[in-house]
């Protein structure tokens, strides 16, 4: 970084959406939650505002760092993150099953689930990857293939514990790759390659097909593995436009994961429509900033950083949502910063810290020494390949300077 004076406040509009979602979330969890939560009704939602706090501590000192500390983080995380990856999987070492998978470190009062960090490290590895890719104007599919395979890898053992959050994952590195410049033929062919990588995945494990059968008709197993996207069903069809009112609901009572995966048919049915709709706005507009941060950003690597992790919140929200709705095939994917868990609700909260940080530091031009860029032409040819609209955008750009 050249100068610190070029430093800038963060986005307040992010820093605003991303705590009314989490105070949103906390609110949800306690709603969802008190019914089963025994003596203690508070139980969950107390755990998951201790969860929130540490990760909007981790936040705020994530959002402070400056870009280059985030490039001499990243194969420390990527290589804890592999290793993670494997030690759950196994026996004996740590690991907890549920739903058909192994996702989580059992570490008594807490569960940790590895998948959560490797996203990070994922998006902050590919980031790297793609403005190296350019500075040395490299277009051969063949010069990224080691990262792409490593990236396979980490892919592949999410497959094994979570294939939600694989394909959340995969998603987005497929837009990373998108704003980065690799060729349409190039990105066809990675596609592809996906495609047949997840239809393979499912036909390794017999739960998978199960939940396809049970998407096309979760009504032939009502009290089986229909149970639990019927009684989804059930709750957002009895929301209706405005809801039964909040803690009004009746579904939650037999929803097994009314706080955690399924906690928007909870909302749909207590808000309805209305309150359903007021969320995915919600996710909208984190979206908007989070892109419009991407699209100020002078740095290309600010850049694909902040793409990378818009991607990755909003891609698990969509697909959440889908799930809930059986728009798709049932996955354990979180909503983000919603749901039940501390270590998604302490990543995303991370994540939006990275966001903030890029805010900070749109202004920011990184040396070719400390990150790959050659910077004599000013840094404009290495933005990543947004809109024209989107590049000229922005409360502190004024006009285009094209």
């Known amino acids: 970084m050249r100068k610190q004076d070029k430093l800038v406040a963060p986005d307040a509009y992010l820093v605003g959406i991303t705590l009314a979602l989490t105070v949103i979330g906390v609110l949800l969890v306690f709603d969802s939650s008190y019914a089963m939560a025994g003596k203690d009704v508070l139980y969950f939602a107390k755990r998951q ?41 196994i026996p004996g070492i740590g690991g907890h099953a549920a739903n058909g998978s192994v996702r989580w470190f059992d570490l008594g009062p807490i569960k940790f689930q590895p998948s959560e960090l490797a996203k990070i490290a994922v998006v902050l590895y590919l980031s790297a990857i793609l403005v190296k890719r350019r500075v040395a104007k490299t277009h051969s ?63 390794l494990e017999s739960y998978r097909i199960g939940r396809i059968l049970i998407w096309l008709n979760p009504w032939r197993d009502l009290y089986g593995n229909g149970y639990q996207i019927a009684h989804s069903l059930i709750a957002l069809g009895t929301g209706g436009i405005r809801g039964l009112g909040l ?45 419009d941060i991407a699209g100020r950003s002078k740095s290309t690597y600010a850049n694909f950083l902040a793409v990378g992790v818009t991607s990755m919140i909003t891609l698990q929200a969509l697909i959440n949502v889908a799930v809930v709705s059986n728009s798709i095939p049932s996955t354990g994917v979180p909503l983000p910063f919603i749901s039940y868990g501390g270590s998604s609700i302490v990543i995303m909260l991370m994540g939006a810290g990275i966001l903030l940080s890029v805010s900070r530091q749109v202004n920011v031009v990184l040396e070719e020494r400390d990150l790959y860029e050659d910077s004599s032409d000013g840094g404009r040819h290495r933005r990543a390949h947004l809109s024209r609209n989107k590049r000229g955008s922005g409360p502190s750009r004024g006009r285009s300077r094209r």
């Open 49 to 89: 505002l201790i969860f929130a706090v540490i990760g909007l501590i981790g936040m705020g000192l994530v959002s402070n760092l400056p870009l280059i500390a985030y490039k001499k983080l990243t194969n420390g995380l990527l290589g804890l993150s592999f290793i993670l990856l494997v030690a759950v999987l």
């Open 141 to 203: 599919l063949v010069d990224i293939a080691y990262p792409l395979a490593f990236i396979g890898v980490i892919l592949a053992l999410i497959v094994k514990e979570d294939l939600g959050t694989a394909i959340a994952l995969a998603g987005t590195v497929f837009v990373m790759l998108f704003i980065g410049g690799i060729a349409k033929y190039q990105l066809v062919t990675i596609f592809i390659a996906g495609i047949v990588a997840g239809v393979g995945s499912i036909f």
């Open 247 to 291: 803690c009004e609901g009746r579904e939650k009572l037999y929803l097994p994961a009314a706080h955690t995966d399924y906690i928007f048919a909870t909302l749909g049915e207590e808000l309805g429509l209305i309150g359903a709709v007021a969320l995915l706005i919600a996710f909208l507009f984190f979206t908007w900033r989070g892109f």
